[in-house]
């Protein structure tokens, strides 16, 4: 039998983010045998470190802060990392990572003898005006750089059409969508009647549920101002908001404390039972600006509900025929949509949402995302 793949995974934080959610749903699924995962996180240890660690990676956090002086401590210490580990491969996870894990193989002299490595992007069309003039600089280094690695992996269609515009080279770039459990998230009654009941809501409050970390691109204002307009025309309506930064609100979020909101929301900040508050739902909204192919929404999807989203990144893709599209930035659109949907008696929002999760069966299992990255590895390594 083969020896396992040994892959360093360099990824900026281990809190909870699209590409911290997929390393450590790739490392969880990984086929027995098949790899041996080394995580190194640059920033200081996030709550995914230890479920990581459970999938059986070995995790080492470098504790870096920010700075030029943060950058070249972390080529330092991810270059002695490479010379005490020796992996086959070193995967990248978006452009910190990207540019450090590029940097630590390739300057000379190579610590691991010229080990490959594929760079992993996750965002399309991103507003880099929302982020700091540090974040906007690693992506033009990485865009001028992006001729060095093995190969890089992006997660959308438009996340590719984003980064060729950038200036990364189409031979590079290979797409490799998301991959959800569909045994994680599904349709679940008894957790339903459960989380609603913790709520205090009845039968007679439809809730409509956003998941998001606070951040420009995720767009809470749009949903919020949706929110308003809907609960104006349906007063028995709830809102429900999970992701890191939400319990806390911010200008974002202001008015869910007013009228006609006041009352009305709930607000859970980072949740580790994600899959518990989806089956409560009625209705899903997502409000994002700027998205690669989303994780809230395809577990939404596998979660079987009735999905209303905005036309951000890979969604219409991903989404198809299995619920509703609004425009970005558009709120009137966006509630508007989301009344028609619960306009729709409960039996026509299931039927909805059983064909959303049959799109993730069939087109997004887990099984097919491992496929892809074990060819694109094969294929850097010269085994194709």
Not at 98 to 112: E, K, V
Not at 318 to 334: E, F, N, S
């Amino acid at each position: 039998m083969a020896e396992a793949m040994r892959i360093l995974h360099v990824i900026t934080s281990t809190g909870v983010g699209g590409a911290e959610t997929q390393l450590a749903r790739f490392i969880a699924a990984s086929p027995t045998g098949r790899y041996q995962h080394l995580v190194a996180c640059l920033m200081p240890e996030g709550p995914l470190a230890p479920v990581m660690a459970g999938g059986g990676a070995e995790i080492r956090c470098l504790g870096l802060t920010s700075g030029p002086a943060a950058l070249l401590a972390g080529v330092g210490r991810l270059r002695a990392l490479l010379k005490e580990w020796r992996p086959e491969l070193v995967q990248t996870w978006m452009y910190h990572a990207d540019l450090l894990g590029l940097l630590s193989a390739r300057l000379p002299p190579r610590p691991a003898g010229g080990v490959p490595v594929v760079w992993g992007l996750r965002c399309a069309d991103l507003d880099l005006a929302a982020y700091a003039a540090s974040t906007r600089l690693v992506v033009r280094a990485c865009a001028a750089l992006s001729r060095l690695p093995a190969a890089i992996a992006v997660n959308s269609r438009a996340g590719l059409a984003f980064h060729e515009r950038l200036g990364y080279p189409a031979r590079k770039l290979r797409l490799i969508p998301n991959g959800f459990d569909t045994e994680i998230f599904r349709p679940d009654p008894l957790a339903r009647a459960a989380a609603r009941a913790e709520l205090g809501l009845t039968d007679g409050h439809p809730l409509i549920g956003h998941v998001a970390r606070l951040d420009p691109n995720k767009d809470h204002a749009t949903f919020v101002a949706a929110a308003r307009l809907l609960a104006s025309r349906r007063p028995q309506a709830r809102f429900l908001f999970i992701g890191q930064g939400t319990e806390e609100g911010g200008p974002a979020l202001a008015a869910c404390a007013e009228p006609p909101l006041a009352g009305r929301c709930f607000r859970l900040g980072r949740r580790e039972d994600v899959p518990r508050w989806l089956a409560a739902l009625d209705v899903f909204a997502q409000s994002s600006a700027s998205e690669g192919l989303p994780n809230a929404l395809g577990e939404a999807m596998s979660a079987g509900l009735m999905c209303v989203a905005t036309e951000a990144g890979d969604s219409a893709a991903l989404l198809g025929d299995a619920g509703w599209l609004t425009p970005v930035r558009q709120p009137y659109a966006l509630a508007e949509a989301l009344e028609r949907a619960l306009a729709l008696t409960p039996a026509e929002r299931a039927a909805m949402g059983a064909r959303a999760r049959l799109r993730i069966k069939e087109g997004y299992s887990l099984a097919a995302a491992h496929q892809a990255w074990w060819e694109l590895y094969q294929e850097v390594l010269g085994r194709a």
